[in-house]
């Protein structure tokens, strides 16, 4: 296979990148459509060579040269079961529309362009638009099976023959840092072993080494860390996960702890979210915390692109 001329849009960071190398695939230019610095900062410090185009809404194909593979991860709160579903009439989710018709514009230059478009698990209805307006059938695949996270998405393309990828019987106790000493928390109203209530200021801490018999928490039952807005209104009730995967990764790091038997529990820490989607370890790390989790969240869980993007070949 020659060198591939590749637009990306909405790049993030650049997760297809890392993917096409590890699908064994090689990049003569790299065309990046993405609009947030810190997600730009990302892929300019681990691809220095990426050409960034800016906003979707503003490409001009005629200045690029033939393009091969269009990738795009176009922005999902409008479809997903964990937002408000407004479909197509929410602002960000119409930016599919701009996808459609970039590589529509493209098509007219090279027909036989190769596409590969990822989104979230979503009702019947809306993926049945997507499929009609893509002219395929998507492909559902949960990143449990080549990682430690239950994360389902969409996957449309035109590749041949591509199937669910072998299971790598990846278990959360995998990626966790069996020698995390960091900051462990309670619950806001417990009191165990001596540990004193929250009092206002900061919440009480544990600090332990990890236990291999561990729990995971569904955050939505545990917005207490500092500083959360409704952080002032104390669990009554603990939504239990005994899974071998971790809920799926969003753009905050509280949507997912980690909890010990005796309820203490900590978030995942960045390399944490980093192995969780696959990305190479501190490959976001020149970035804040927050800034990470947000990027992480953001991004695609790569072994699942480059599983795809291996029937190119």
């Known amino acids: 296979m020659n060198k591939l001329n590749v637009l990306s849009l909405f790049d993030g960071i650049s997760c297809g990148q890392i993917a096409l190398e590890r699908a064994g695939i090689e990049v003569n230019n790299y065309f990046a459509s993405e609009i947030d610095k810190h997600a730009i900062t990302v892929t300019q410090h681990n691809y220095p060579n990426t050409i960034q185009l800016g906003d979707v809404r503003n490409i001009n194909v005629l200045e690029l040269p033939k393009i091969d593979l269009v990738l795009a991860g176009s922005p999902c709160q409008g479809f997903s079961f964990a937002g408000k579903q407004l479909n197509f009439d929410d602002e960000r989710s119409k930016l599919f529309f701009d996808f459609v018709k970039t590589l529509d514009r493209i098509r007219k230059i090279n027909p036989d362009v190769k596409f590969l478009l990822e989104n979230v698990r ?30 389902v998405r969409n996957y449309w393309h035109n590749f041949q023959n591509v199937n669910q990828p072998e299971d790598k019987n990846i278990q959360l106790q995998n990626i966790i840092e069996q020698d995390y000493d960091g900051i462990w928390v309670w619950p806001r109203g417990a009191n165990k072993g001596g540990i004193q209530n929250y009092k206002g200021k900061s919440p009480s801490i544990i600090t332990s ?21 409704n952080g002032e209104k104390r669990i009554k009730k603990l939504e239990l996960r005994k899974d071998d995967k971790s809920n799926c990764l969003t753009t905050h790091s509280l ?23 696959t990305v190479p370890i501190g490959y976001t790390s020149l970035l804040s915390n927050n800034q990470r989790y947000k990027c992480l969240g953001n991004g695609w869980t790569v072994d699942v692109i480059a599983h795809i993007l291996r029937h190119l070949k």
């Open 122 to 151: 979503m009702k019947k209805e809306y993926s049945d638009v997507i499929s009609d307006i893509m002219g395929v059938e998507f492909i559902q695949i949960n990143s449990a099976l080549v990682s430690g996270q239950n994360r």
């Open 209 to 229: 080494s990890w236990q291999h018999n561990f729990l995971i928490y569904k955050a939505a039952a545990l917005r207490t860390w500092p500083r959360y807005p």
């Open 255 to 277: 949507d997912s702890l980690i909890c010990r038997p005796e309820g203490s529990y900590r978030k995942f820490t960045p390399e944490e979210c980093e192995k969780l989607q």
